[in-house]
């Protein structure tokens, strides 16, 4: 029972540690790295109140050194499906009762502990178990899961606090209830807080969840899994089960007590749950929850008024942090030709200093690509631009998976805007580059525009801010995050909320009210305080 009207922790975002030499983070996070290293980790599923292993086990290796293993967790199958569904349903009433400040109280605990005694651990995870360097797991599997669980428990005392007008007489309220039944959580390699965010915003205003991580996620998953028992989340409200996605999609689908998704991942992933969702309409209690994040051919448009040596450098980070494995990394970059020949110096010497290899040398700008089927995948597009005679590789282009998946940061110039590199995704570090006449400016935003299915993210570099202006207004519907002078990554929570629209998801925005209040659903409340005894308006009285 709550007796007061509760103000949670004002949120601020957790502060970067930068891992510089003989700091303490980067002493934890290679003491942190030599453990997971000496060990081999043996990682349960978690349903209900248990711990769940088979004689399913699969190895866990870093793409950057694939011989070497990490552990081993435990594949489920249909039948563990439905113990996770049992196990959500059962804890359901008990969750969704709980006065929400106690709700609250557990993420933000989580939060404190990833801050704090977790922060090394979950950061060495994400860097062997994902090949990001220290710094790109900070921003990730720190920082911005700490913004998550901070910022979603504010977006939801907000939401709480929105209550409807009353007239005399009348006492209007509304409540924000849990959706009915229980929430899928199917969550990506790439960034541990968005594994992390997708399950716990629909848990903490009241859902059970079942959380499928991708393989190759399970080390930091596990992590965070840890955190949250740590912090008191009963069982069952959260089930981390590691299933074949076909075969848990078969069993969730087709429950009737199937509430909602919380996804990112692919385009057709995506397409094809929207489809499966749509054909089982018949057979759930309510419409389901249709929430998504999916690709993205991110463009950096540049203006002749534009700095070249920032261009560059947004490029260069843009397009090559973390391997270009990221939804927004820039992948198609359009540059007039008298800004092009200082971009491309300044992009030659920028990529000539970088090194590349595995996560624990510091020293290490670009580590591996996820595994192997990633990177068949992106060197099958730098092999055929070797050949085409629609573009050329001008920087880059090597590779070699004998010890760990690694690609050069390659640069493409295509003579063609609508080359095949141009417009599909690659989740690689792969950027084309098409170079224009800077009279043609306008010609190009239609280019940029229509040139890829997808509108997640994207940014102009310009000087003039009358072309500032026109180009944010032509492009409003090209990316669901636009920057102006800036990579069109790195999006902060609480700063500016992330989602795009067209084939790039649902634009419900991660890292603001607007995707908490898609797992809640409202019921208005009026109570008369006096109520009428007779049944007669004014208007029947006879003149």
């Not at 103000?7 to 303490?24: A, D, H, I, L």
């Not at 595995?358 to 591996?368: H, K, L, P, R």
């Given at each position: 029972?709550?007796?007061?009207?509760?103000?949670?922790?004002?949120?601020?975002?957790?502060?970067?540690?930068?891992?510089?030499?003989?700091?303490?983070?980067?002493?934890?996070?290679?003491?942190?790295?030599?453990?997971?290293?000496?060990?081999?980790?043996?990682?349960?599923?978690?349903?209900?109140?248990?711990?769940?292993?088979?004689?399913?086990?699969?190895?866990?290796?870093?793409?950057?050194?694939?011989?070497?293993?990490?552990?081993?967790?435990?594949?489920?199958?249909?039948?563990?499906?439905?113990?996770?569904?049992?196990?959500?349903?059962?804890?359901?009433?008990?969750?969704?009762?709980?006065?929400?400040?106690?709700?609250?109280?557990?993420?933000?605990?989580?939060?404190?502990?990833?801050?704090?005694?977790?922060?090394?651990?979950?950061?060495?995870a994400t860097m062997l178990g994902q090949s990001k360097n220290a710094y790109q797991a900070e921003i990730d599997s720190a920082c911005e899961l700490i913004d998550f669980l901070r910022f979603n428990?504010?977006?939801?005392?907000?939401?709480?606090?929105?209550?409807?007008?009353?007239?005399?007489?009348?006492?209007?309220?509304?409540?924000?209830?849990?959706?009915?039944?229980?929430?899928?959580?199917?969550?990506?390699?790439?960034?541990?807080?968005?594994?992390?965010?997708?399950?716990?915003?629909?848990?903490?205003?009241g859902n059970t969840v079942i959380w499928k991580p991708a393989y190759t996620q399970v080390l930091s998953a596990n992590v965070i899994m840890k955190v949250l028992k740590e912090a008191g989340l009963p069982d069952g409200v959260i089930n981390l089960i590691y299933v074949d996605g076909p075969i848990a999609g078969d069993r969730i689908?087709?429950?009737?007590?199937?509430?909602?998704?919380?996804?990112?991942?692919?385009?057709?992933?995506?397409?094809?749950?929207?489809?499966?969702?749509?054909?089982?309409?018949?057979?759930?209690?309510?419409?389901?929850?249709?929430?998504?994040?999916?690709?993205?051919?991110?463009?950096?448009?540049?203006?002749?008024?534009?700095n070249a040596e920032e261009v560059a450098t947004a490029l260069v980070r843009g397009a090559f942090e973390y391997q270009g494995q990221k939804c927004s990394a820039a992948s198609r970059a359009y540059i007039p030709s008298t800004v092009w020949p200082s971009v491309e110096e300044k992009l030659r010497a920028d990529l000539a200093e970088i090194k590349m290899g595995?996560?624990?040398?510091?020293?290490?700008?670009?580590?591996?690509v996820i595994d192997e089927r990633a990177f068949d995948k992106i060197t099958a597009y730098i092999d055929e631009a070797k050949k085409s005679d629609a573009a050329e590789v001008i920087i880059g282009g090597n590779y070699d998976k004998t010890k760990g998946y690694f690609i050069e940061p390659t640069i493409l110039l295509v003579k063609d805007p609508s080359y095949r590199t141009m417009c599909e995704e690659i989740f690689g570090p792969v950027l084309s580059v098409y170079m224009y006449e800077p009279s043609a400016y306008e010609d190009i935003l239609l280019v940029v525009n229509q040139t890829s299915p997808y509108a997640l993210t994207g940014s102009i570099?310009?000087?003039?801010?009358?072309?500032?202006?026109?180009?944010?207004?032509?492009?409003?519907?090209?990316?669901?995050?636009?920057?102006?002078?800036?990579?069109?990554?790195?999006a902060v929570v609480g700063q500016q909320p992330f989602g795009g629209a067209r084939a790039s998801g649902t634009n419900d925005k991660a890292g603001s009210l607007l995707n908490l209040l898609r797992w809640v659903s409202a019921r208005t409340i009026k109570e008369t305080f006096v109520p009428p005894i007779r049944y007669e308006y004014p208007f029947l009285q006879t003149d």
């Open positions: 029972m709550s007796f007061g009207f509760f103000s949670v922790p004002t949120p601020v975002n957790e502060p970067v540690k930068e891992y510089r030499t003989g700091s303490p983070e980067r002493a934890a996070v290679k003491q942190a790295l030599a453990d997971f290293r000496s060990t081999q980790t043996d990682i349960p599923m978690y349903i209900g109140s248990q711990e769940v292993r088979t004689e399913q086990k699969i190895r866990i290796a870093p793409p950057h050194d694939h011989q070497h293993t990490l552990g081993y967790f435990h594949e489920g199958n249909a039948q563990h499906v439905d113990l996770a569904i049992e196990a959500a349903l059962e804890a359901k009433e008990a969750w969704a009762s709980m006065q929400w400040e106690h709700r609250a109280s557990i993420f933000l605990k989580a939060a404190d502990l990833i801050a704090g005694p977790y922060r090394a651990q979950i950061n060495a428990v504010h977006f939801m005392t907000e939401i709480y606090q929105q209550q409807p007008n009353s007239a005399p007489g009348v006492w209007n309220r509304q409540e924000y209830r849990p959706l009915e039944g229980f929430v899928f959580a199917l969550t990506p390699f790439n960034f541990t807080a968005i594994a992390g965010n997708l399950p716990t915003a629909p848990a903490m205003t689908f087709s429950h009737p007590d199937f509430g909602g998704i919380h996804f990112t991942g692919s385009t057709k992933v995506f397409q094809e749950i929207w489809r499966t969702i749509g054909e089982n309409i018949h057979k759930y209690k309510s419409y389901p929850r249709i929430v998504g994040e999916t690709g993205g051919k991110d463009f950096v448009v540049v203006h002749e008024s534009a595995g996560t624990e040398d510091f020293g290490n700008f670009v580590n591996a570099f310009a000087k003039d801010r009358y072309v500032i202006e026109s180009t944010t207004r032509k492009l409003s519907n090209a990316a669901g995050n636009f920057y102006i002078n800036d990579k069109p990554t790195g």
